[in-house]
């Protein structure tokens, strides 16, 4: 088990909602009216903050839209950003 994992319990209620743990919510940086994210993989579920889960997925697709048009390297997008403001001083 990695050093910084522990386990912690909630009990399902009749209308099937837990309360997270404070320890778990401390950890994903959730409070009261902030979202989580359920990710199911087989039998396993994660629960992740949805914002910072919506900002890596965003992340992940800006990542292979870059490389999908090339831009490889910060030196790549810089000057794609140079040209597209030469572009818009010009138009």
Same mark, same amino acid.
């Given at each position: &088990?990695?050093?910084? =994992?522990? #386990? @912690? +319990? %909630?009990k399902? &209620? %009749?209308?099937?909602?837990?309360?997270?743990?404070?320890?778990?919510?401390? $950890?994903?940086? #959730?409070?009261s009216?902030d979202? !989580?994210?359920?990710? $199911?993989?087989? +039998?396993? #579920?994660?629960? #992740?903050?949805? =914002? !910072?889960? %919506?900002?890596?997925?965003?992340?992940? /697709?800006? =990542?292979r839209? %870059?490389?999908?048009?090339?831009?490889?390297? /910060?030196d @790549? !997008?810089m000057?794609? $950003?140079?040209e597209?403001?030469?572009?818009?001083?010009?138009?």
């Open positions: &088990m990695l050093a910084n =994992a522990f #386990v @912690d +319990n %909630a399902v &209620m %009749a209308k099937g909602q837990i309360t997270i743990p404070k320890d778990v919510r401390d $950890v994903l940086g #959730v409070s009216g979202r !989580v994210t359920f990710i $199911v993989e087989g +039998n396993t #579920v994660r629960i #992740v903050n949805s =914002a !910072v889960y %919506a900002m890596q997925m965003l992340q992940q /697709e800006m =990542a839209e %870059a490389e999908r048009t090339g831009l490889t390297s /910060e @790549d !997008v000057a794609f $950003v140079k597209l403001r030469s572009e818009d001083e010009k138009g």
